[in-house]
């Protein structure tokens, strides 16, 4: 595979073109033939490959370029190698042809061919009545299953309500457990702190022990004198004095063993014996606590009942009480009114002379002996409504029969008392007036200073959206880029509309927001981030994936921006309309947006890979 790298070289260029020569010209490889460019650009590490039809392969995969006439493609028609491979597949179907052999085996072959396939196609009519019975059997098995799960769902929730039963009962019996064992503690405390054990059932537990201990040390030592006694036989027949001698003083040293053994497991059982006769007396006697615990609880619960009983009660006369409390207050209200009226309508009410013989001393006593009897009875509030309305009837009557018979001589006093009265609701009103005016000013001012407040901010960023939307959508077959701005619905007062945004990408016609792309949306939404930002600056971004609906062209552009404005050149030289640089925290999949950075920090998923 021959290849041939291109070196170009410009002895005279204007160094601040070095940027766009190395970007023309770049590392390319130059191939023969498309082949060749394919294998190197699409396996392993990709490469920038042009072959010398003027096919030019990228590293993203794109392909463009190439001829597709002319004496120069004509002349390549007919290639060496073509033709060598063309020669050697004639070869192969030659003795492909002297193997297959002359037409009578061929229709021989043919024959049994056809047989073959005859048995097939049964199998296969066979294998289609299997499949048939087997997808029956699979639709019954399904059915069944399904019913299954039904039943097993009916039953569920019963299952659950068992083990919630179950799971109440035993934490009623752990609990009515551990309140017999402390009943039992208490009784058994004295015989505990005589015997030395925290409780009776570590009294059990070392006697069953010690019991246990005892056979064991009775059994092994049963054991010992009987290989001891058949050792003695055996040493007997061998006439071996000296070990009779020793095995007689082991014997009776083990038989004082046994005895002291048989004398402690005595006082063992005496003991174990009381402590039984103990046991089942303090068993007797927690049983009668048991008993009478049981008495005290029927009681708490009667006396549960009860409480209930006298709180709903309680509660009942508690209602009646704030009922009578609330009519009480009605009456007084209704008392006040009805004296405040005969004070304004020069009305004398009959007073007590010694408000001291009363029961209460405080505030005015009225006599209401000169009324009938009938009249201080109790009586329901439709009777005294009746009775209020007799007596306006006639209050009514007198009026207008003292009316008709003389001149008001109270109206002059009640125009006074009018007078002072109106006098009063004016400075009242006046008042008011004054503290609402004062209020109406304080907002107003909020008011437009929010209004001047946004209109500052909004005059700003429609100012420089369009500039920044510019930088990022144009390039060399569009330099002057699209084209954005903000509008208000209503500009006397914005805070009841909203803001329409309209964005134009390049060779782009007017269009809603909502008919743009994902990465035309990107790009505009990248642009009223930043023109906001340009209003009152933030330390630093943090963006998030913001490359991921762009493609590799707008990445870059995107890319660039943000390096424009957070590198140290660009922190040095700020743009000449006044906008401003700032640092950014990018998190990014794409190597054409985090090459461009100042730093890196990579994220591994597992630390052992790195």
């Known amino acids: 595979m021959p290849i041939h790298f291109v070196y170009l070289t410009f002895h005279k260029f204007d160094p601040a073109l070095e940027k766009a020569v190395l970007f023309a010209a770049g590392n390319t490889l130059v191939c023969d033939d498309l082949e060749e460019a394919k294998v190197l650009s699409w396996t392993g590490e990709r490469f920038k490959v042009v072959t010398v039809d003027g096919i030019l392969l990228t590293k993203s995969g794109t392909m463009t370029g190439g001829t597709s006439g002319g004496m120069e493609a004509r ?3 007919w290639d060496d190698k073509k033709v060598e491979g063309l020669k050697r597949k004639k070869e192969q179907f030659e003795s492909e042809l002297e193997e297959l052999g002359s037409i009578r085996e061929m229709h021989l072959k043919e ?20 499949k048939k019975s087997i997808e029956d059997k699979l639709k019954n098995l399904k059915q069944e299953k399904k019913n299954i799960k039904d039943s097993i769902g009916h039953i569920t929730p019963e299952v659950q309500k068992l083990k919630d039963v179950i799971d109440k009962r035993s934490k009623d019996i752990r609990k009515l457990e551990k ?4 009943i039992v503690d208490r009784l058994f405390k004295n015989f505990s702190q005589s015997v030395g054990v925290a409780n009776i059932r570590e009294y059990e537990e070392n006697q069953l022990k010690a019991a246990e201990n005892m056979a064991e040390e009775r059994l092994s030592l049963s054991n010992q004198l009987a290989k001891l006694k058949y050792q003695l036989e055996y040493e007997h027949k061998r006439d071996v004095e000296s070990r009779i001698k020793k095995l007689e003083s082991s014997l009776i040293s083990l038989e004082n063993d046994l005895k002291l053994v048989h004398k402690k497991e005595a006082e063992v059982k005496l003991a174990t014996e009381k402590a039984s006769e103990e046991i089942n007396r303090w068993k007797e006697e927690v049983k009668e606590w048991k008993s009478k615990s049981e008495e005290c609880e029927k009681e708490i619960q009667e006396w549960k009942k009860q409480a209930s009983a006298a709180t709903t009660s309680i509660s009942k006369l508690n209602r009646q009480i704030n009922s009578k409390e609330t009519q009480i207050n009605q009456l007084d209200e209704r008392k006040r009114e009805i004296i405040e009226k005969c004070d304004l309508e020069r009305i004398e009410l009959p007073l007590i002379s010694d408000p001291m013989e009363t029961e209460s001393s405080i505030g005015k006593e009225f006599d209401f002996s000169q009324l009938n009897r009938s009249l201080l009875k109790d009586r329901r509030p439709s009777d005294r409504e009746k009775l209020e309305a007799e007596f306006k009837q006639k209050i009514d009557a007198l009026v207008s029969e003292i009316e008709r018979t003389a001149p008001n001589l109270k109206a002059l006093d009640q125009y006074k008392t009018l007078q002072e009265k109106e006098r009063d609701v004016t400075e009242e009103f006046e008042a008011a007036r004054k503290e609402e005016k004062q209020v109406a000013d304080a907002y107003n001012s909020v008011k437009q200073r929010r209004y001047e407040l946004f209109m500052e901010a909004f005059n700003h960023i429609s100012s420089n959206i369009d500039r920044i939307y510019k930088q990022l959508t144009k390039s060399g077959t569009h330099p002057l880029g699209g084209t954005a701005y903000l509008n208000l619905e209503n500009e006397d007062d914005p805070f009841l509309h909203g803001i329409k945004y309209t964005a134009m990408p390049p060779t782009k016609r007017f269009r809603d927001m909502e008919q743009l792309s994902g990465g035309e949306k990107t790009v505009a939404a990248l642009a009223l981030l930043f023109s906001i930002h340009s209003y009152k600056p933030s330390p630093f ?3 998030d994936e913001v490359d991921a609906a762009l493609d590799n062209l707008n990445v870059a552009k995107v890319a660039g921006f943000i390096r424009s404005k957070s590198c140290d050149g660009a922190r040095a030289s700020q743009d000449s309309e006044g906008g401003s640089g700032f640092q950014s925290i990018v998190i990014s999949l794409k190597d054409s947006f985090y090459d461009k950075a100042e730093a890196l920090v990579g994220v591994y998923r597992d630390s052992e890979r790195r």
Request: aromatic share 6%; glycine share 6%; net charge neutral.
């Open 75 to 77: 002349s390549n028609k």
């Open 111 to 130: 024959s049994e061919t056809s047989g073959r396939i005859s048995g097939l196609e049964k199998k296969i009519q066979y294998a289609d009545i299997e």
């Open 179 to 182: 309140r017999i064992n402390e």
């Open 541 to 543: 971004f943090i963006l």
